[in-house]
């Protein structure tokens, strides 16, 4: 393996530990806000653990190490700003959201989207 691919492998590979990381603990997170969904929350946490981890040991298993800070302080710079946008925008959706999650959500509601946000966005 050259160096170059090593190095382009050690950032991509750092890129996707970090990702499945993340989506394991949003995952748990959101199954503690949606007890009804508890479970398959769960068990998409749980694939996501087991992806984060076979995503290590093939790096190990090729001598190449995941540099993770860069990528960590990227994530940091996205969920900074994603927190800004949303809480810049949330207020006037707020109660539009409530009702959604009043009334069960929007799964198989046949909602093509929900209500608009400020901006021109939907969710």
Same mark, same amino acid.
């Given at each position: 393996?050259?160096? @170059? +691919?090593?190095?382009? +492998? ?9 990702? %499945?990381?993340? &989506? ?11 007890? &009804? ?10 694939? %996501? @653990? ?15 190490? !995941? ?5 960590? *302080?990227? %994530? !940091? %710079?996205?969920?900074? =700003? /994603? ?6 925008? =949330?207020? &006037?959706? !707020? !109660? @539009?959201?409530?009702?959604?999650? *009043? ?10 989207? /929900? ?7 939907? =969710?």
């Amino acid at each position: 393996m050259s160096p @170059a +691919y090593r190095e382009a +492998y050690s950032r991509i590979n750092s890129m996707v530990i970090v990702g %499945e990381g993340l &989506a394991d603990l949003n995952f748990r997170r959101l199954a503690l806000l949606l007890p &009804a969904e508890r479970n398959e929350l769960l068990r998409l946490a749980a694939m %996501e @653990a087991r992806h984060a981890r076979d995503f290590l040991l093939c790096g190990r298993n090729l001598g190449i190490r !995941a540099v993770t800070a860069s990528v960590l *302080q990227d %994530e !940091a %710079e996205h969920l900074d =700003f /994603g927190e800004r946008w949303l809480g810049d925008r =949330f207020p &006037a959706c !707020a !109660a @539009a959201v409530d009702a959604c999650c *009043q009334a069960g959500g929007a799964r198989g509601s046949g909602h093509a989207a /929900g209500p608009a946000i400020p901006g021109g966005n939907r =969710f």
